[in-house]
């Protein structure tokens, strides 16, 4: 950052602030920017924050979509800074106050965090949650978690039942019982535009960094040494590589190609590092990668096809194969064009078929296609599936439910 940029970044720190960042403690913590997207003109927008830890920073989205009687609906609200809600205000200035904000997850406590901020600034707006929600240790009133009182509420199990259904159709997937909690996700179909909107269930992962990711380019160029004592400069090449990392670690925890280094060696390395001065966790940076991670980046990118999160497919889905395939059917049954998720890739071109071929990993775990592509990721899923034994034997979570070949 030069110094012009850092004068920037001080002038506009407030606009950018969050100060309820120590409840989920996630980079960029208390400073984030907020990016603005018209996807289908004048009816869908997307507002795209940054999170992450150890710098394995990604997307993560608001999607607002307009009411054909007026008004906005708002699903999966991201922390509302001041100038997050100032760019509400210019849609609201247009097409009409917010009227629903949606929080369609029971599970995702980087969604849920931010719906009782957001709905405290949009005062007359009625905020549905996803039905099954839960906290730990203790199941606490959804008051107690900072929803607003009075206009809170659950989302019909029928979707008819909802206020905005001559809008919006939507499907819940869940709740499906994993020991501790719950998953549940909600997809909201959009019919004037033939849209889908997700939350963690399916996504894409672009080949080059998205633009909020680009505003604040240092964990791409953290990502993209090899060593630590590697000095990286800031060009495309090298943003590129650093985000194809970052999205490896997101995925799998620790891809097989980044070999850990034991801490102490990384400490001793640390001081023989050329950017210690630099926000690098003091010069730390405790692996190396191998030639061939490219590889890994690409099994798992599979040209930009529409993607079941590993972490989804081993230790969650699995646990309910039946119910989760009767709500995949529900969904691709929608006549949708495009899909927006809360990560990654803001606007998929998809349909229903390709949405039923991403999860053929659960109805056809012998298709040659499945297999080979899972034969690909092997080695990178060896962590979660370690990790999947491990909750199984201490039991945390309930073993995987097989289906019977069809």
Known sequence: MNHGDALQQKDCSSDWAWPFWPVVPLYPYGNRRTLRTELVKDTIWVFDQLQGILYV???????????????????????????????????????????????????GLEHKVFVGPFARRFQTAHV?????????????????????????????????????????????????????????????????????????????????????VQLTPYPLLFHARDHVHDEVEDSWDNRCKGWQRIALFSFYFRPSAAKTIPLWQAIQDSFKASNRSKPAYFGIFPFQWHGDWKRSFDALRSHGQLLVAPILQTLILNRAPTETLAWVNQVADWDFHRIIPCHFEPFIESNGHQFREAFAFLQHPHNDSASCRRNLLDDDLELLRKLDDLLIRRGITPPPEVLNDQ
């Open 128 to 212: 549905y949650v996803a039905p099954d929600q839960w906290s730990f240790p203790l199941q606490l009133p959804l008051s107690w978690l900072g929803f607003p009182i009075g206009r809170t509420h659950r989302l019909p199990t029928e979707a008819s039942h909802a206020p905005f259904y001559s809008d919006v159709d939507y499907a819940i997937l869940g709740p499906i019982r994993l020991g501790l909690g719950t998953f549940e996700e909600v997809a909201f179909f959009h019919r004037r535009s033939h849209t889908l909107l997700v939350t963690d269930s399916v996504l894409t992962i672009p080949d080059t960094p998205p633009d909020i």
């Open 57 to 107: 920073t990604v997307p993560i989205r608001m999607t607002v979509v307009k009411l054909e009687a007026g008004g906005l609906l708002v699903y999966a609200p991201v922390a509302p800074t001041p100038e997050c809600v100032r760019l509400v205000r210019e849609l609201e200035a247009q097409h009409g106050s917010v009227r629903y904000i949606i929080l369609p997850t029971a599970s």
